[in-house]
């Protein structure tokens, strides 16, 4: 398994790369920092505007980068094979998507520090960029994990716990965990649905089907890695699995890797849930 986390001068960052390590042992780990020097970045513009040291100053911020992944690296256990160490000047996202690319990542790791949705909106955000853009699965790190026996698995349809089962065999936890799977059958938000004739069909259909979709996952991961568990509900998916991710240390969703506008006019469960739980979220796509 490659792992690439994202390292920066935050407590998040730090919590990042000591929980990665507590879930998984990676073949090949990857410590990226990037160096943001935002409209400075280009020496030409620098020169221009007649800026006085930029060379020290652009040596300086490396020399630091370098140092900040020496401590991180300190974290990571000798078990690891191989741990690698890159700092580059650039746009943090950009950076950190582009290592995940070269390095054929299984995993990117990125800490997350909270900002609200309107401010993420404004002014931009690391964790979301990458959370959106990544090709490989993303793991949102919130807070420090001193142990992980409690996952919450959201699935939704039969391809996305396909997908999550192949996640789940292929990179098992370094230890064995309690997995509870659960399926949020929608509710429709417009009208009065009961005054639909057809309504009530549909419903009792959904939550059977929920029910077996949870069943089938519970049954083909439950084993010596998972003691697994299921459950169902309706409702807003996002604002119940972000309420029941509270018994939780870790919640695993999935990504249909919509794209941006289709996302916009429809929303992303997962984009929600990683900004609404209070415990870390790994997207798997």
Not at 179 to 185: F, G, H, K, P, Y
């Amino acid at each position: 398994m490659r792992i690439v986390v994202a390292v920066d001068w935050s407590d998040q960052a730090f919590n990042a790369v000591q929980e990665v390590v507590r879930l998984y042992t990676p073949e090949e780990l990857t410590l990226v920092h990037a160096v943001d020097l935002g409209f400075f970045e280009n020496p030409a513009i620098a020169q221009a505007m007649a800026l006085q040291g930029y060379d020290e100053f652009r040596r300086a911020m490396l020399d630091a980068g370098q140092q900040l992944l020496a401590q991180t690296s300190a974290l990571v256990p000798p078990k690891v094979p191989t741990t690698r160490r890159l700092c580059e000047i650039g746009s943090p996202a950009d950076v950190i998507l582009d290592t995940a690319r070269s390095a054929s990542a299984d995993l990117v790791v990125v800490g997350a520090r909270g900002r609200g949705r309107v401010v993420e909106l404004m002014l931009g955000s690391v964790s979301h960029r990458v959370l959106t853009h990544a090709a490989c699965s993303t793991l949102v790190v919130k807070r420090p994990l001193d142990s992980l026996r409690r996952v919450l698995v959201a699935v939704e349809g039969t391809d996305d716990a396909a997908r999550l089962q192949g996640w789940f065999r292929a990179h098992p936890f370094n230890k064995p965990v309690e997995l509870s799977v659960m399926s949020v059958v929608p509710t429709p938000q417009y009208g009065d649905p009961p005054t639909v004739p057809a309504f009530q069909l549909w419903a009792d259909s959904a939550a059977k089907s929920a029910q077996n979709l949870v069943a089938d996952m519970t049954n083909a991961l439950n084993g010596p890695h998972y003691k697994v568990t299921g459950l169902t509900f309706k409702g807003d998916p996002a604002a119940i699995i972000a309420r029941e991710a509270a018994g939780f240390d870790l919640v695993v969703v999935g990504s249909h890797g919509r794209k941006r506008l289709e996302k916009f006019l429809l929303g992303s469960v997962s984009h929600s849930v990683s900004h609404r739980a209070a415990c870390s979220v790994l997207v798997v796509r």
